[in-house]
């Protein structure tokens, strides 16, 4: 099993989808020669050519809006929004367009539409280049919303989101893309909606999300010291969820904190709180523990940006409150 | 009439290339379409249709014109004022009063209303409720046609008021950018709903073109009211941009008879200009007047048209009501998208 990053992950998915398949093609801002503001796409335009590799100009409604149209056409368009901040921009396109042209058309319509974006603090880019929007997206029927944390996810995650018949936005986490993982030889599709367990455990789960599923290693590893059994499922796929396994990892462990970077207040934590309480209600032994950002803007300053945002040590502590160990 | 003229260049008359034959045709799809949405207001009025609505009364030979200079397998997006760009490309009225009503069996099987009327299969690729929310989409089907070197437009209508839209700009400087066979129909009423262009639109309706002139885009000047212009400046537009050469924007003067919703007071418009505008640029008359019909020839098209509008009331109301459950049965498609065939592979 070769080793890859994160970032060639993502970039090995592209292009191996792209040289079976001349529907897909990729659009964006400053993706082609400059390889993407997180060179994921570097190389590309020199294999692919700058007609499937696209420079686009600073337009975040037509780029997400171009994409669905060509989606709509029998295309499969793959556009990067260089951080999900700015799918702000390009919101009435994402969510009065692509979520709901299946629908409104009674059925007539795909929209196979690939939304690529990344963002995430830990690099002090301020206020407006670092937040995790994911569950704004989970709230919006027709969408699908994934979130991947290794390479080896990324790349099988990517390829069946570019071949899901509907729109999916795809995040990506700018502190992993230098990360590395195995990745199996042959590059194997994951299929959206499955959660995956990276840690088994007995005492309490922890579902994380994105960088959040490395913190969370990092704190059962810490956990374990002191003899607590922590299982870590991280969902990969927020929309559609993978309830079946997320429930069943609470019903054995009895306990959850759920943990994702972005702010707690409103954040996915709470969805999965829901479905958890919901479904494991006569098993849980303490309440659903949420970690996530402190309810701000990011300060740009590295002490308060570091202050505001999640790391193990908040995921350990809060691993520790549902076992009143805190 | 107003020959249909080029922004930059000389004017061009309109050269009657039209058989007489097919303006009969067109005529009649034109009243088709008057009918069809005076019935559709009287419907409202009385209570039989849910939702609101809104009518193209006053603009009809702009998508009876653009429609028949394409191509069956050239794409529209419409907008919220969407009845004559879908009967123009040819969706049935009785699939278009079904979706008004409701029923399964409207064009978007009742889960569109009067504001999302589609026919995919027709090349309407959706009107949007969203004023310049189509626009996008449409510079994006004209990439897949020129990424598959298809001989194809993709066309988008919209308002004066949508050239506002930050949607409107960011196609346009795309469509251009890339060259892409866009036709930008600018449908221009010089209302955006109850503010009129002088609030709303830093140039005079007559100088819209600027906006093309802005991203170096080709734009013609037309004459909404004459079909026979319409049909002219669309074909050489659409010439203009299936050659490679780009996209053209339509700058198509035209009027709105009526508010901008069925129901509305229009206190904010002086009645003698409508009554005004009826008399003077009504452009089913104008045909009418060119084409020299007697009275009798009339009203035996006019029994026609209302009587396939009342067979289109009958065919709504005796449709059948979607399962209250089947709302959930399009929000996502199943399965994957195919893989590519060995002959498409790179």
């Given amino acids: 099993m070769p080793e890859i990053t994160y970032r060639e992950a993502v970039r090995d998915a592209l292009s191996q989808a792209m040289r079976g398949d001349e529907r897909i093609f990729l659009m964006g801002e400053d993706i082609a020669e400059m390889g993407g503001s997180m060179g994921v796409t570097s190389g590309m335009v020199a294999e692919f050519g700058p007609e499937r590799i696209r420079n686009t100009p600073i337009s975040e409604i037509a780029i997400v809006g171009a994409g669905i149209g060509a989606a709509i056409q029998g295309m499969l368009p793959v556009v990067e929004i260089m951080y999900e901040d700015f799918l702000t921009i390009s919101m009435e396109q994402i969510v009065n367009q692509a979520a709901k042209h299946r629908t409104m058309s009674g059925g007539q319509v795909k929209v196979p539409l690939t939304i690529r974006t990344q963002g995430g603090a830990g690099w002090s880019p301020g206020a407006q280049h670092a937040q995790q929007l994911e569950s704004w997206f989970v709230h919006v029927p027709g969408l699908k919303v994934v979130f991947a944390s290794t390479p080896e996810d990324v790349r099988g995650l990517l390829w069946s989101s570019i071949y899901d018949p509907n729109p999916v936005i795809f995040f990506e986490h700018r502190t992993l893309y230098p990360i590395k993982g195995q990745v199996p030889d042959e590059l194997e599709p994951i299929p959206l909606g499955k959660a995956r367990i990276h840690r088994e455990g007995t005492d309490v789960s922890v579902i994380a999300t994105g960088r959040l599923v490395h913190e969370a290693l990092q704190a059962a590893d810490e956990a374990e010291k002191d003899g607590i059994s922590v299982e870590v499922v991280d969902p990969r796929t927020l929309s559609p969820l993978d309830e079946e396994t997320i429930v069943g990892s609470v019903r054995k462990t009895t306990r959850c904190v759920t943990a994702h970077e972005a702010v707690v207040q409103g954040g996915f934590g709470a969805e999965l709180a829901a479905v958890i309480q ?45 076992l009143a160990r805190a | 009439m107003t020959p249909v003229t080029q922004v930059e260049g000389k004017p061009r008359a309109s050269t009657g290339t039209l058989p007489k034959k097919r303006l009969r045709e067109l005529f009649r799809e034109m009243l088709l379409i008057r009918r069809f949405e005076e019935k559709v207001e009287e419907r409202f009025r009385a209570g039989d249709l849910p939702g609101f609505l809104h009518v193209a009364i006053g603009q009809e030979a702009v998508a009876c014109g653009v429609c028949e200079a394409l191509e069956p397998d050239d794409v529209i997006a419409s907008t919220h004022r969407a009845h004559a760009h879908t009967i123009a490309k040819g969706t049935p009225v009785n699939a278009i009063m079904a979706e008004m009503y409701g029923k399964k069996e409207g064009c978007s099987g009742g889960y569109g209303g009067s504001m999302h009327l589609y026919d995919v299969a027709r090349g309407n690729m959706g009107a949007n409720a969203v004023v310049g929310g189509g626009l ?107 050659s490679g050469q780009g996209p053209v924007f339509l700058n198509v003067r035209t009027y709105r008879f009526t508010g901008h919703y069925v129901g509305d007071p229009q206190v904010y418009r002086d009645k003698s200009e409508v009554r005004q505008l009826r008399e003077t640029q009504d452009p089913i008359e104008l045909l009418r007047a060119r084409l020299g019909m007697t009275g009798e020839e009339f009203e035996k098209v006019d029994a026609e048209v209302i009587a396939e509008v009342e067979g289109s009331v009958e065919f709504a109301q005796a449709g059948t009501d979607p399962d209250p459950a089947d709302a959930l049965k399009w929000v996502y498609a199943d399965g994957t998208m195919e893989p590519a065939s060995r002959e498409h592979s790179a």
């Fill in chain 1, 278 to 322: 919901h479904g494991a209600f006569d098993y849980l032994d303490a309440p659903i523990e949420r970690v996530g950002a402190q309810f701000a803007p990011l300060a740009f300053a590295p002490v308060m940006e570091d202050f505001c945002v999640p790391h193990a040590a908040d995921v350990l502590a809060a691993i520790r409150r549902t």
């Fill in chain 2, 136 to 242: 996008p989409q449409i510079a994006g089907a004209a990439l897949a046609f020129q990424l598959r070197k298809e001989s194809r437009v993709a066309v988008a209508f919209f308002g004066d008021g949508a050239t506002n839209t930050g949607a409107f700009h960011e196609s346009m400087n795309l469509a251009q950018l890339w060259k892409l066979p866009v036709l930008f129909v600018l449908e221009n009423n010089g209302w955006a709903e109850s503010t009129p262009a002088t609030q709303q639109l830093p140039l005079a309706v007559e100088e819209m073109a600027q906006r093309a002139a802005a991203y170096g885009m080709t734009a013609m000047e037309v004459d909404g009211q004459d079909i026979e212009a319409v049909v002219e400046a669309t074909r050489s537009a659409r010439d203009h941009a299936v």
